[in-house]
């Protein structure tokens, strides 16, 4: 049995080296695994889908005191059911269960694609278009309706900048992490203000609604949410949603550079946009790794993993091994055509089960939202003026470095 010691604390590399800090880590040991050190504390990084079933048992791994302040003061809010396990886990997780399906995943997705349509009916001919802000105006838009959060158009902007920035700053020190941090307390004080009127009556929200949800929601002990646990938890449903901005630009970036993919969108293959959309996920970078604590002292395979140490789960890695994709660093969406995708496969919204475990209960709703916008887009017509799309992998989370530029020649039709 391996027991390495006297490691040295990789926080600093791991911020400055980004998505490829962990599989650089793995790969320079002979089992795969990392033994490093993080935020001071013991770290053990694994990669794949058995190192996945491991990591989701919670026999195993847990998710109590693993996440630490600076994600939980930006990214998921405190306390919020990420942190949680067991039973209290389960039951705040069925807030989302319940408001995500594939029913209502087609509902937001309609509305996204009202939202874009509004959007690019004011795009002029000529005019530069940034497709992340964009897209970001249309998500919170269309979000914020679908959730039964009131929201006049005159806000949607700043409120889409106040998404953006708590995702933006949660792998960073510094401008962006304070950013980040503000953005959460105007929006946790807002969505709880609304909690509050809803539960008082003074303000009437549609029946299955995410706000709806989050008022009504009872924990395992009968209490409420308190209005900034709620707000929290409406949050994880809206700011994700919007996050999905990321994906459009990148969806942008692939159009470009493989414009072979454009007319099979163009033509509204459902079934090519649902395989795009796949591609997407698994391609580019969004979450690099997840991580939770070791229950008690285990052996993955011949390593050691002690008691409480951090485990993390390598996301990035996994959805770019050569043994699982073959070619990994070329973008396919065919690689989805025509076949189911296993729970430990394709995982850059985690892996196994969201009824019981820890997975994104959001995928249906990325998905759907994809789908629908990867078509509008290849269906508009544009020019892509000169610019630095770059992707920087130090970067966390990375983004085209402009955003990806669109410049509309006119107007296109719709068959989706
Ligand atoms: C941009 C697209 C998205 C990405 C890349 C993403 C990624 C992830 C990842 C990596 C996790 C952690 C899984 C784990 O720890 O095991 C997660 C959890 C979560 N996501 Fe998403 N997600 C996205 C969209 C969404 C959407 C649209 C929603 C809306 C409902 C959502 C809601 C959540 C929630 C509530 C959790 C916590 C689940 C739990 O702890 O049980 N996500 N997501």
Known sequence: MRRPHALIDNSLSALVEGYTWLPARRARSASGVAHTRVLGQRAVGLCGP??????YDEDHVRRHTAIPWPVQNTLFGRRAVHTLDGDRHRRRKSIFLTVVNRHTARTLADGVGTSWDDAAASWEPGRPVVLFDEAARVLTRAVCRWAGVPLADAQVPVVAR????????????????WRAR??????????????T???????SVPAGSALAAVSAHREVDG??????????????VIRPTVAVCWFVAYAGHALHRWPEHRQSLRDGDRDFALAFAH??????????????????????HRDRIPKHAMVL?????????????????????ERFLGRDIGPFELVPQGAGDPETNHRCPGEPLTVAILRTLAVRLAQTDYTVPEQD??????????????GFVLVPTGTASHSS
Not at 50 to 55: C, I, K, L, V
Not at 164 to 177: C, E, L, Q
Not at 290 to 297: K, M
Not at 389 to 402: C, F, W
């Open 162 to 177: 106040d998404l953006v920035a708590m995702v933006d700053g949660f792998a960073t020190p510094g401008p962006r992490h």
């Open 279 to 300: 591609e997407l996920r698994r391609f580019y970078p969004f979450a690099p790794f997840i991580g939770g604590r070791a229950v008690r002292e285990l052996t993955w």
């Open 197 to 203: 009127q809803v539960r008082d009556g003074a303000l």
């Open 389 to 402: 799309m770059t992707i920087s992998l130090r970067r966390v989370p990375a983004r085209p470095k402009s």
């Open 223 to 236: 209490e409420e949410l308190s209005p900034r646990l709620a707000a929290v938890e409406l949050l994880n």
């Open 182 to 195: 503000a953005a959460r307390g105007r929006r946790e004080a807002w969505l709880g203000n609304l909690v």
């Open 313 to 333: 789960l390598d996301l990035w890695g996994h959805n770019h091994d050569e043994r699982l994709w073959g070619d990994p660093f070329a973008f396919r969406p």
């Open 50 to 55: 058995d190192a996945a079933r491991f990591f």
